[in-house]
């Protein structure tokens, strides 16, 4: 429902990607669920164990014998929002459109030996199928409010205390401003180069 307190709106698909969705709820759980079966089955393809599956093991020999890829298999971020922006576009033509905007975030494995560690990369993608690779975002009325902070307070490799006071000011903005104004402590999930996480404002 549209003033539900509990309902996540960002879902994690893999370990190294997650996506913010707005729109209509059914097309929202249609291509959310599409995207988390295609990330699962090429972890599989690509010889991971899957996400879906919790391996425990008897005794405590620990996973001798059992490897697992460090995050260098499935789907990138990338492949996923052309998957998404193929799926949205194609759907304008049928008697069903998904009315669906996604904000889609993952960290890219470092392509060189120069770059250790992985890279964070934004897709913003709206109902039509456009997509663009974008250093911030956000869709939706709220929008309105936010992309002005956005604008004057993001700076290239900020520090996340910094990123946090940014969206902190940004939730501030829509408390004081934005029709719908929920009491709750803001929800906010970071994705860094150790997986996804919650945090509250």
Not at 97 to 116: D, F, Q, T
């Amino acid at each position: 429902s549209l003033t539900s307190s509990t309902a996540d709106k960002i879902s994690v698909l893999s370990p190294s990607i997650v996506a913010a969705a707005a729109g209509d709820a059914a097309d929202v759980d249609a291509i959310i669920s599409s995207l988390e079966a295609h990330c699962v089955i090429r972890e599989y393809e690509d010889g991971m164990m899957g996400r879906d599956v919790q391996c425990v093991f008897h005794g405590s020999s620990g996973s001798k014998g059992i490897t697992r890829s460090g995050g260098g298999g499935g789907l990138d971020v990338t492949s996923i929002a052309h998957l998404a922006r193929s799926s949205i576009a194609s759907s304008l033509r049928s008697s069903t459109p998904l009315r669906i905007n996604l904000l889609l975030a993952g960290m890219v494995p470092p392509s060189s030996s120069s770059s250790s560690s992985p890279s964070p990369k934004l897709y913003w993608l709206d109902e039509y199928g456009a997509s663009q690779c974008i250093k911030y975002g956000c869709h939706g009325y709220g929008s309105n409010f936010m992309l002005s902070i956005l604008d004057r307070g993001f700076h290239k490799d900020m520090e996340k205390e910094e990123a946090l006071e940014l969206m902190k000011n940004c939730f501030d903005q829509l408390k004081g401003r934005y029709v719908i104004n929920n009491s709750q402590k803001a929800c906010v999930k970071i994705l860094d180069e150790n997986g996804c996480r919650i945090l509250h404002l």
